[in-house]
């Protein structure tokens, strides 16, 4: 045997251990992976379209002219669904977040992204994209389905006509916003019970409460809180009363990038 040989054969073997750290788009299809494969997921989207259309439905098939709802903007009318629609996409965006932290799953996701805020940033931008898409389809579909009834009422109305189009828009952004801030309460708060108690009671009760007091500025300042600023954006006919939908959707963005900012905080400063 050479010498050459025998160096080789003692040679310590080298390993390369190093493992290539997951970029922002792997997070995302990471995360959107994900979002199609959990139950949880499809079953949140299901039911918000089901609810939405459902009571468009019911709003179009029940409506006679000259009602008690003849006022009401017709987007708003056959939209009126979208409100507990918005709660159903709510926790979908909460599950996203907390529900890593109740399984513990999100340790794994963690480790193969040690820098984290990757991580919350591909759950709101999957989160984002996905309801807003599926939002305004829906929107679109129940609109359409709605006006078969409404055709020969004073609420027939065509996606053409204007502002229609942009409030079904609207409508579609205002509650993909409400589900990003409870996506950052689910990631904040990291309990899944807490997070749905902090959005119905936070973002759903107290601004009603609020918004009752017999005080002027306490309802100029309610109509910029993120319901209210959603309701703004999903109407073609801005009521009176209500924040004009530019500022509207400003402070919805706000709010949700505050949302966000929390959990990105307590990610680069806690353990898990």
């Known amino acids: 045997m050479t010498a050459s040989t025998t160096d080789t054969l003692n040679a310590t073997p080298t390993t390369d251990t190093t493992t ?3 970029t922002q788009a792997g ?4 995360e959107w992976y994900k979002l199609l494969t959990l139950r949880s997921s499809w079953a949140a989207v299901g039911t918000a379209v089901a609810l939405l259309l459902g009571v468009g439905l019911l709003m179009g098939a029940t409506y006679t002219s000259g009602g008690g709802d ?3 903007d017709t987007v708003v009318l056959t939209l009126y669904g979208s409100q507990l629609g918005a709660v159903a996409l709510a926790v979908l965006g909460i599950l996203l977040t907390a529900g890593e932290y109740a399984t513990g799953t999100i340790r794994a996701t963690l480790t193969a992204v040690p820098t984290r805020l ?3 940033w591909a759950k709101a931008a999957v989160f984002t994209g996905s309801v807003l898409t599926v939002s305004f389809l829906a929107n679109l579909l129940t609109f359409s389905a709605a006006q078969i009834f409404l055709g020969d009422t004073d609420q027939a109305a ?3 006509d204007d502002g229609v189009l942009t409030a079904l828009a609207g409508n579609a ?4 916003l409400l589900g990003l801030i ?3 309460l689910g990631a904040a708060l990291r309990s899944v019970p807490g997070a749905i108690g902090a959005f119905v009671g936070g973002v759903l009760i107290v601004p009603g409460i609020l918004g009752a007091l017999p005080y002027g500025t306490t309802a100029v300042i309610v109509r910029y809180f993120p319901a209210q600023a959603a309701d703004a954006l999903g109407t073609a006919t801005p009521a009176p009363g209500t924040a004009s939908p530019g500022a509207a959707l400003l402070a919805l963005l706000l709010w949700s990038a505050a949302a966000l900012a929390v959990p990105a ?3 680069k400063h806690r353990d898990v």
Do not use: N, Q
Request: without cysteine; aromatic residues 0%.
């Open 265 to 267: 905080l307590l990610l």
């Open 173 to 176: 952004t205002g509650v993909t």
């Open 70 to 72: 003849s006022d009401v």
């Open 27 to 30: 997070a995302i299809r990471s």
């Open 182 to 184: 409870a996506l950052g």
């Open 20 to 22: 290539p750290a997951l």
């Open 118 to 120: 990757p991580v919350l």
């Open 158 to 160: 065509s996606a053409t």
